[in-house]
Every structure is written in C-alpha cells, then in structure tokens.
C-alpha cells in the first residue's frame, strides 16, 4: 500500500539550530513530492516540491529538501531556524498516473528564542 | 490574486444531520479537490473534480458526496453526521488534476464540530 512516513512528531530547537525533518514514501512508479507548512492560525501553503530533474530542490524561506531515490526519502532540512519558523510541516507524495496528494501525519516544530 | 476560499470558517451541527461546505477555487483553476484533517493527522484525500466530473476519490463512505459547478466552484456533502466526521475540510485547487507538476493551493479550510 501507498504510505508516508514522517519520523519525528513533535520537535523542539532553539533558534539558528540546524533542521532536517525525515519523509520517506512507498509508492510504486514515479513520485512527485512535497513539503506544506501550516502556520499557526494559516492554511496549508507549499515550501517545496520536486518532480524531476536535481534532486536537491530549494524553497522559500531558506527551506531545501533531498530526493534521494534509492532510500524513497525526501528530508526537509534548513541550516539555521528561526522562532517564525515554528510550524506543523506535512511531507506529501503523489503519482504521475495519481492526482490524490498522500499526506504524513506531520511534524510539530516549534523554535524557542 | 484571490486565493482559494471555503465558506463557512466554522459549523457545529448534531449527529444525524446534514452539512454542506463550499469551495472557490484560484481563478483559472479547473481541478478542486477535497481533504479532511483529523487532529494530530495530515489531510487525507476525499474527492478530486475537473470539469464537474469526479476524477478519483478516497476511502471514504457513501454519506460524502460533492460536486462541481460550471464555474469551477465546488460543494462537498456530508450526510448522517457522525461524531467522528469532527474535523477540518480542506479544500484545494489547481489548474488541471494531472501532469508533472501539478501544485494543489490549499484554502482556509471549514472547522466542522458534530456533537
């Protein structure tokens, strides 16, 4: 079955800490995946995405993730956070042949001063 | 630009009755597709729209239904409210539901609450 695994649930740093959020997928076929943020209070808004090409992808707000084929991960990483950054992150996947974006169960970021 | 809007932004109705949620999709965009968010879980996939057919839906029962109108806005249904349909209904848009590429734009979302 079609899955996405995002490893930490809830995570605290202390700002300009270094950040990597795990994902990792199971899916047949070839993948389109992405990074949401939703803010406290904001709607789902999109950070990155990848679909082919270099797997390394670069979003807004300094965030960049890592498509790395053979291990079926797409980590979130960002060198230096701040407290604005705090956050619930989602890692979704979809299929070229699928339109349903797969979500994970999120991450709860939070950035303390 | 407008961005994609729900109406309402909250609902509380009993078990048993009926709700129905509306969506406007980004001007332009053809595709809306609808999630539910359970606390502490990401959104999962209900429906999905173009051109007011239904394209695919997800593992939810008979009670949900949607449609599509000719100008791309959408309702989503919910009959025979049960406690555990308490949760946030998302709805997104994009240009087309298929292709390399394709970003769905998430809005608000309505908070449903059935007590």
Same mark, same amino acid.
């Given at each position: 079955?079609?899955?996405?695994?995002?490893?930490?649930?809830?995570?605290?740093?202390?700002?300009?800490?270094?950040?990597?959020?795990?994902?990792?997928?199971?899916?047949?076929?070839?993948?389109?995946?992405?990074?949401?943020?939703?803010?406290?209070?904001?709607?789902?808004?999109?950070?990155?995405?990848?679909?082919?090409?270099?797997?390394?992808?670069?979003?807004?707000?300094? !965030?960049? @993730?890592?498509?790395?084929? /053979?291990?079926?991960?797409? $980590?979130?990483? =960002?060198?230096?956070?701040?407290?604005?950054?705090?956050?619930?992150? !989602?890692? @979704?996947?979809?299929?070229? /042949?699928?339109?349903?974006? $797969?979500?994970? =169960?999120?991450?709860?970021?939070?950035?303390?001063? | 630009?407008?961005?994609?809007?729900?109406?309402?932004?909250?609902?509380?109705?009993?078990?048993?009755?009926?709700?129905?949620?509306?969506?406007?999709?980004?001007?332009?965009?053809?595709?809306?597709?609808?999630?539910?968010?359970?606390?502490?879980?990401?959104?999962?996939?209900?429906?999905?729209?173009?051109?007011?057919?239904?394209?695919?839906?997800?593992?939810?029962?008979?009670?949900?239904?949607?449609?599509?109108?000719?100008?791309?806005?959408?309702?989503?249904?919910?009959?025979?409210?049960?406690?555990?349909?308490?949760?946030?209904?998302?709805?997104?848009?994009?240009?087309?539901?298929?292709?390399?590429?394709?970003?769905?734009?998430?809005?608000?979302?309505?908070?449903?609450?059935?007590?």
């Amino acid at each position: 079955a079609q899955s996405v695994s995002q490893h930490n649930h809830h995570v605290i740093l202390s700002e300009a800490a270094s950040l990597e959020l795990g994902c990792n997928y199971s899916y047949g076929g070839t993948v389109n995946l992405f990074w949401y943020v939703q803010y406290p209070g904001q709607h789902l808004q999109l950070l990155l995405k990848y679909f082919s090409g270099d797997p390394l992808v670069k979003g807004i707000k300094g !965030f960049e @993730a890592e498509f790395i084929k /053979s291990k079926f991960s797409f $980590n979130l990483r =960002k060198p230096s956070v701040q407290w604005s950054d705090t956050a619930e992150y !989602f890692c @979704a996947v979809n299929s070229n /042949s699928g339109y349903a974006l $797969n979500f994970g =169960k999120g991450t709860s970021l939070l950035v303390t001063p | 630009d407008a961005g994609v809007t729900q109406s309402p932004t909250h609902l509380i109705k009993t078990r048993g009755q009926q709700v129905t949620l509306r969506c406007s999709p980004i001007s332009g965009h053809k595709s809306v597709s609808w999630y539910q968010q359970v606390l502490g879980q990401g959104p999962q996939f209900i429906f999905q729209y173009y051109e007011k057919e239904e394209r695919g839906r997800g593992n939810f029962p008979d009670r949900f239904s949607a449609r599509q109108f000719p100008n791309y806005s959408s309702e989503l249904n919910v009959n025979a409210l049960l406690l555990g349909d308490s949760a946030l209904y998302l709805c997104a848009s994009s240009l087309a539901p298929e292709g390399v590429g394709e970003t769905q734009y998430f809005g608000p979302g309505t908070r449903l609450l059935v007590l």
